[in-house]
């Protein structure tokens, strides 16, 4: 079965550093998305990303976040730097039209933790 | 809009019963999916079931069913024969369209032996 893969999985930064997150998505989907867990907290929403460019994103979304598909695999979000609030669980969504043509599939999760 | 609504924050559940979850949506869009997933502690969300909102029967996976119930905007979660293992949060979630995926809150399970 297809899956989306997501690195590292547990990544431990500086304050002030910059990370990228890694996500490969399913080969031919064309939604991609990136979730944000705070410990305990509720799965939100940071970023959707369509046709190479970003369609929606959330007020959590700021100018230290960015995204890109630089290689048409990799699908990356950046955090310029970092801040003790980034300490999340990561997840990277990909999604398809189709037969389940609402069907998501989601990442393990990368756990960011900022030091 | 889009909006899940998990009003149970934990459960109990003797092993080897039963167990419904409970997620009311809210959406506009004709066309929508229904997901659950578990999220152990360790972090991962894990797939559970899906269920589309033209499909005629009710999902099942295993020992989840999701008991759709469409005129209710409802998709409750039932897990058969609970085990230890199934000790998690549990999220429901939904996608309209080609919009993001919205989760709710969460449900807390614990099994107790």
């Known amino acids: 079965e297809p899956e989306v893969t997501q690195t590292p999985s547990h990544q431990v930064t500086q304050m002030g550093q910059e990370v990228i997150l890694r996500c490969v998505p399913i080969?031919?989907?064309?939604?991609f998305y990136w979730y944000r867990q705070i410990l305990g907290q509720k799965v939100e929403f940071l970023v959707s990303?369509?046709?190479?460019?970003?369609?929606?994103k959330s007020e959590i979304f700021d100018d230290q976040f960015s995204v890109e598909r630089p290689d048409g695999s990799n699908f990356t979000l950046k955090i310029r730097s970092t801040k003790l609030e980034d300490s999340a669980m990561y997840f990277c969504?990909?999604?398809?039209?189709?037969?389940?043509?609402?069907?998501?599939?989601f990442g393990q999760g990368t756990r960011l933790t900022v030091v | 809009a889009q909006k899940i609504t998990q009003t149970q924050p934990g459960m109990f559940v003797q092993e080897k019963e039963a167990v419904t979850l409970d997620c009311t949506y809210d959406?506009?869009?004709?066309?929508?999916?229904l997901f659950w997933y578990k999220q152990p502690s360790s972090g991962e969300m894990i797939f559970l079931i899906y269920?589309?909102?033209?499909?005629?029967q009710n999902a099942t996976e295993g020992r989840y069913s999701l008991n759709f119930q469409k005129a209710r905007k409802s998709a409750n979660l039932v897990i058969s024969a609970s085990q230890l293992g199934d000790s998690a949060m549990y999220f429901c979630?939904?996608?309209?369209?080609?919009?993001?995926?919205?989760f709710g809150t969460g449900t807390k399970l614990q099994v107790i032996p």
């Open positions: 979630a939904m996608r309209g369209g080609y919009q993001k995926v919205t």
């Open positions: 080969s031919n989907h064309l939604y």
């Open positions: 990303f369509y046709n190479n460019e970003i369609s929606e």
């Open positions: 269920q589309g909102s033209y499909d005629q």
């Open positions: 969504a990909s999604f398809n039209r189709g037969q389940k043509n609402t069907e998501a599939f």
């Open positions: 959406t506009s869009d004709p066309s929508y999916g």
